[in-house]
Nanobody, 118 residues
Framework: QVQLVESGGGLVQSGGSLRLSCAAS????????MGWYRQAPGKQREPVAE???????NYAGSVKGRFTISRDNAKNTVNLQMNNLKLEDTAVYYC????????????WGQGTQVTVSS
């Protein structure tokens, strides 16, 4: 059974930093892309950043230059370093992993709240 456990959310002032972590377990994730999504109140869930098993990264335009995604394949963890946080970054952040080929193999964490205050 695949499990994704997020940690690191919280309350931070605008301009501050937070680091989110996600630990994955339950199978070999060598062929899985890992990433982060977020959902703000009243809005749809949106992709934030992702990283392939080979280390290729993609970022949403709104976070490019401020957020950095990384993964440790040996530990099956993925991190999201968030700098220069803005009010509009407030959301529940979800860890996601999906197989690079079998798209139906798609898993979610329970989410962690990030709140940015002025």
């Amino acid at each position: 059974q695949v499990q994704l456990v997020e940690s690191g959310g919280g309350l931070v002032q605008s301009g501050g930093s937070l680091r989110l972590s996600c630990a994955a377990s339950g199978r070999n994730f060598d062929l899985y892309t890992m990433g982060w999504y977020r959902q703000a109140p009243g809005k749809q869930r949106e992709p934030v950043a992702e990283i392939t098993s080979g280390g290729t990264t993609n970022y949403a335009g709104s976070v490019k230059g401020r957020f950095t995604i990384s993964r440790d394949n040996a530990k099956n963890t993925v991190n999201l370093q968030m700098n220069n946080l803005k009010l509009e970054d407030t959301a529940v952040y979800y860890c996601n992993t999906r197989h690079a080929i079998k798209q139906s193999l798609n898993y979610w964490g329970q989410g962690t709240q990030v709140t940015v205050s002025s």
